[in-house]
């Protein structure tokens, strides 16, 4: 698949704070509400070098289509809320090697629940120009409630009064994951894709599958 030309690669915290602010105004928050392929997207780190993994899966079946890897190093260096910074470049490089476009973008991080309201998501999803959510493992901004015990419970995660994303139950019992919209899609939609995506474990299947190759490229 084709990406977007990466914008003007930032030197500086500066630099990385307007490219987002630039970039934040074209973030659609409606869009389609069926995905028939579904990508999932993650990161492993080795020191400063990383590999970057892509796993397309049928959105009804959870059977992999198609999955590819990049390595590269960090293009940037650690500050919270620019973490995309390093990871952008390599995976760019993996989503140009698929075959087939995805319908729909499952980011290990954060989209609108983000300092900036421009987390990893977000970016991937106005760079592609697909739908992307986001799912993190750990909340990162605002706050929420804890959501009922069983599949499916959620609470809003408010940050400076507005919700960003919803803390979202996906097994009975399970710490919730903590879901945002990226581009082209509504929190509703992406709440219902994430639990349509975790039919077993608290992680949605192409994030999981995306871990597991970056951790284990063939």
Same mark, same amino acid.
């Given at each position: 698949?084709?990406?977007?030309?990466? !914008?003007? &690669?930032?030197?500086?915290?500066?630099? =990385?704070?307007?490219?987002?602010?630039? /970039?934040?105004?074209?973030?659609?928050?409606? $869009? *389609?509400?069926?995905?028939?392929?579904? %990508?999932?997207?993650?990161? @492993?780190? !080795?020191?400063? +070098?990383?590999?970057?993994?892509?796993?397309?899966?049928?959105?009804?079946?959870?059977?992999?289509?198609?999955?590819?890897?990049?390595?590269?190093?960090?293009?940037?260096?650690?500050?919270?809320?620019?973490?995309?910074?390093?990871?952008?470049?390599?995976?760019? +490089?993996? /989503? +140009?090697?698929?075959?087939?476009?995805?319908?729909?973008?499952?980011?290990?991080? @954060?989209?609108? =629940?983000?300092?900036?309201?421009?987390?990893?998501?977000? @970016?991937?999803?106005?760079? #592609?120009?697909?739908?992307?959510?986001?799912?993190?493992?750990?909340?990162?901004?605002?706050? !929420?409630?804890?959501?009922?015990?069983?599949?499916?419970? &959620?609470?809003?995660?408010? @940050? +400076?009064?507005? #919700?960003? $994303?919803?803390?979202?139950?996906?097994?009975?019992?399970?710490?919730?994951?903590?879901?945002?919209?990226? !581009?082209?899609?509504?929190?509703? #939609? %992406?709440?219902?894709?994430? /639990?349509?995506?975790?039919?077993?474990?608290?992680?949605?299947? *192409?994030?999981?599958?995306?871990?597991?190759?970056?951790?284990?490229?063939?």
């Amino acid at each position: 698949m084709q990406v977007e030309q990466l !914008h003007p &690669w930032p030197s500086s915290v500066a630099e =990385a704070e307007a490219v987002q602010d630039r /970039l934040r105004v074209q973030v659609e928050l409606t $869009g *389609p509400g069926a995905f028939a392929l579904v %990508a999932g997207l993650d990161v @492993h780190y !080795h020191g400063d +070098e990383l590999t970057a993994a892509v796993v397309v899966l049928d959105g009804d079946t959870l059977a992999v289509v198609e999955q590819v890897v990049a390595h590269g190093k960090a293009a940037f260096p650690y500050v919270p809320g620019l973490f995309a910074f390093r990871e952008l470049p390599a995976l760019v +490089e993996a /989503l +140009e090697q698929l075959t087939v476009t995805p319908d729909l973008l499952v980011c290990d991080g @954060h989209g609108l =629940a983000h300092p900036r309201g421009f987390g990893l998501a977000c @970016h991937l999803g106005v760079l #592609t120009g697909l739908p992307a959510l986001g799912v993190g493992k750990t909340p990162f901004v605002g706050a !929420h409630e804890p959501p009922g015990a069983e599949r499916g419970a &959620w609470t809003p995660i408010v @940050h +400076e009064g507005a #919700t960003v $994303g919803r803390a979202l139950r996906t097994q009975r019992d399970v710490k919730p994951v903590y879901v945002s919209q990226g !581009h082209r899609i509504t929190l509703d #939609t %992406a709440t219902a894709q994430v /639990l349509r995506l975790t039919p077993r474990y608290r992680l949605p299947e *192409p994030i999981r599958h995306a871990d597991h190759l970056a951790r284990h490229p063939a």
